[in-house]
């Protein structure tokens, strides 16, 4: 099992920048996704997950109406699509995958991606 996130980097506040999660080795249509990003210092944190069709999405009230997450499942993979960053977005960035899109614990982890929001 295999998930590979990319797509951090450096972004000037306002600005947008896309994630994607690449999956590979289990049966994707199967699992749900999450992302979840780590900020320096504070705890790991839900920022949004998608569920098996793509169809249902959660979002943290920090990031609703301005991150949105979809899923290729033809491509394995899972993308989030973020706009209007704020500083307090900095963060590294990670996905997961579940077969519970509401489970309290993912089962499979990817790497992290950095996202560094700053003028």
């Known amino acids: 099992v295999q998930l590979q996130a990319s797509g951090g980097g450096v972004v000037l506040p306002g600005g947008s920048l896309r994630l994607s999660c690449a999956a590979s080795g289990f049966s994707f249509e199967d699992y749900a996704v999450g992302w979840f990003r780590q900020a320096p210092g504070k705890a790991r944190e839900s920022v949004g997950k998608v569920s098996l069709s793509g169809r249902t999405t959660f979002y943290a009230d920090s990031v609703k109406g301005r991150f949105i997450i979809s899923r290729d499942n033809a491509k394995m993979t899972v993308y989030l699509q973020m706009n209007s960053l704020k500083p307090e977005d900095t963060a590294v960035y990670y996905c997961?995958?579940?077969?519970?899109?509401?489970?309290?614990?993912?089962?499979?982890w990817g790497q992290g991606t950095l996202v560094t929001v700053s003028s």
């Open positions: 997961a995958a579940d077969r519970n899109l509401l489970s309290a614990s993912y089962s499979y």
